[in-house]
């Protein structure tokens, strides 16, 4: 089966740093996404890895361990509206690109 | 601006009344999802539309059928509606593709669906 896990919650202050980690266990990885959802809201894509290493993006980083199964999502100079879900989807290769999603990681982001 | 469509985005029924939620996509992707989130849960995959071809997951239950009349619009039929499908109905596309950033799937703003 498809099994990824992330933290269910996690608190931080405005602008502080808040490191977001995701662990899977897939077959047939073909990238890893990370996606920002509001409450109410649909996802918004944040970033891809598919090779190991970092993926800066603004105060967005992504981080990815093939080998461990290990994503991580970091968030810089944090303000209010980074309160969300943060979703963690790997792309497996099923004869098609399916994304399998975590459950999310819900960010609260207090003054 | 290109962008994925849901209409309505909230939508209220009744125990076993048949409803349809529609998408719409003007980015012209191959492919077109559906996924039903509920409170706090992931997005989990109902079916999706490469092209023309329909593909359902294992474990979506008969009462959900979809269709896709063209490119553009994907529905979503749910026949006969229980409590448990109460949830977020989310559309999303796709470029189709096996590498990159192909597989982005760019979403719609979602149906919530009541169930009464």
């Known amino acids: 089966g498809q099994n990824i896990d992330q933290p269910t919650e996690m608190t931080a202050t405005e602008g502080a740093i808040v490191q977001i980690n995701c662990t899977y266990q897939t077959s047939g990885f073909n990238g890893l996404f990370w996606y920002q959802q509001h409450a109410g809201e649909a996802p918004t894509f944040l970033s891809y890895?598919?090779?190991?290493g970092l993926e800066e993006k603004g105060r967005f980083s992504s981080f990815l361990s093939r080998s461990k199964g290990y994503s991580y999502l970091l968030l810089k100079e944090l303000q209010m509206k980074d309160s969300a879900s943060y979703l963690c989807?790997?792309?497996?290769?099923?004869?098609?690109?399916?994304?399998?999603f975590g459950t999310g990681t819900r960010l609260l982001v207090s003054p | 601006d290109a962008m994925v469509i849901q209409n309505p985005r909230y939508q209220v029924t009744q125990f076993g009344k048949p409803v349809t939620l529609s998408c719409s996509q003007t980015?012209?992707?191959?492919?077109m999802y559906w996924y039903q989130q509920k409170s706090s849960q992931a997005p989990k995959l109902l079916f999706h539309?490469?092209?023309?071809?329909?593909?359902n997951e294992a474990d979506t239950p008969d009462n959900f059928q979809s269709r896709r009349p063209n490119t553009s619009f994907c529905f979503l039929d749910i026949r006969s509606p229980g409590l448990g499908d109460a949830a977020m109905y989310l559309c999303?596309?796709?470029?189709?593709?096996?590498?990159?950033?192909?597989?982005?799937?760019?979403f719609g703003p979602g149906t919530r669906l009541t169930v009464l």
């Open positions: 539309y490469y092209d023309k071809d329909f593909n």
């Open positions: 989807a790997v792309r497996i290769d099923t004869g098609f690109q399916k994304l399998v």
């Open positions: 980015l012209n992707h191959n492919v």
């Open positions: 999303a596309t796709s470029r189709g593709g096996t590498s990159g950033l192909a597989g982005e799937q760019f």
């Open positions: 890895n598919v090779l190991d």
